[in-house]
Antibody
Framework: EVQLVETGGGLVQPGGSLRLSCTASGFTVSTNYMTWVRQAPGKGLEWVSLIYSGGPTYYADSVKGRFTISRDNSKNTVYLQMNSLRAEDTAVYYC????????????????????WGQGTTVTVSS | EIVMTQTPLSAPVTLGQPAAISCRSSQSLVHSDGNTYLSWLQQRPGQPPRLLIYKVSNRFSGVPDRFSGSGAGTDFTLKISRVEAEDVGVYYCTQATQFPWTFGQGTKVEIK
């Protein structure tokens, strides 16, 4: 079964750090684009970051310089290192896979987020 | 940043009746590779989002055929041909043509 499980959320003080993990099963993170999306309480979805299968990474302006996305292929896991946390970072953080189609053995991204985890809650408060 | 604007923000519908959600982008979503990376997500209460439509009109695996997507350039529409009780939730359009990826504000679909 294709699945994503996020862990690592919790309560942290402003200025603190957390590392979120997203472990995949049923597919390989190294050959897919993987994203983080967050949702503040009662609010809509906000894209946070993406890591390409080839390695390049991208960030929302609101987290650039503070958050780092990375991947451990041996653990089939994607991470989101969050530093200098602010109250406005309080949200449920979802990991998602970018939908891809296999053509001649290569995954071609279709840029729709097709597999989502259940989310992990991050609360930044003193 | 591309701004995505959805209308309406709330859509009360009668069971069995159609519903439509509009999504407009602040600039064209046609990518340099010729594709338009506009997708639609459904978020039921208490659940993570679920992919319905990708690249404007491609229905994702397992999505009922009462859902359809259309549009081009900057104007897009999600249609539900006959609303069922399980369709209650918030619907988001999202663009992945240009970084940062962005979402619409969401449209809440509820039963009258």
């Amino acid at each position: 079964e294709v699945q994503l499980v996020e862990t690592g959320g919790g309560l942290v003080q402003p200025g603190g750090s957390l590392r979120l993990s997203c472990t995949a099963s049923g597919f390989t993170v190294s050959t897919n684009y993987m994203t983080w999306v967050r949702q503040a309480p009662g609010k809509g979805l906000e894209w946070v970051s993406l890591i390409y299968s080839g390695g390049p990474t991208y960030y929302a302006d609101s987290v650039k310089g503070r958050f780092t996305i990375s991947r451990d292929n041996s653990k089939n896991t994607v991470y989101l290192q969050m530093n200098s946390l602010r109250a406005e970072d309080t949200a449920v953080y979802y990991c998602a896979r970018d939908h891809g189609i296999m053509i001649f053995g290569v995954i071609i991204p279709q840029h729709g987020m097709d597999v989502w985890g259940q989310g992990t809650t991050v609360t930044v408060s003193s | 940043e591309i701004v995505m604007t959805q209308t309406p923000l709330s859509a009360p519908v009668t069971l069995g009746q159609p519903a439509a959600i509009s999504c407009r982008s602040s600039q064209s979503l046609v990518h340099s590779d010729g594709n338009t990376y506009l997708s639609w997500l459904q978020q039921r209460p208490g659940q993570p989002p679920r992919l319905l439509i990708y690249k404007v009109s491609n229905r994702f695996s397992g999505v009922p055929d009462r859902f359809s997507g259309s549009g081009a350039g900057t104007d897009f529409t999600l249609k539900i041909s006959r609303v069922e009780a399980e369709d209650v939730g918030v619907y988001y359009c999202t663009q992945a043509t240009q970084f940062p990826w962005t979402f619409g504000q969401g449209t809440k679909v509820e039963i009258k």
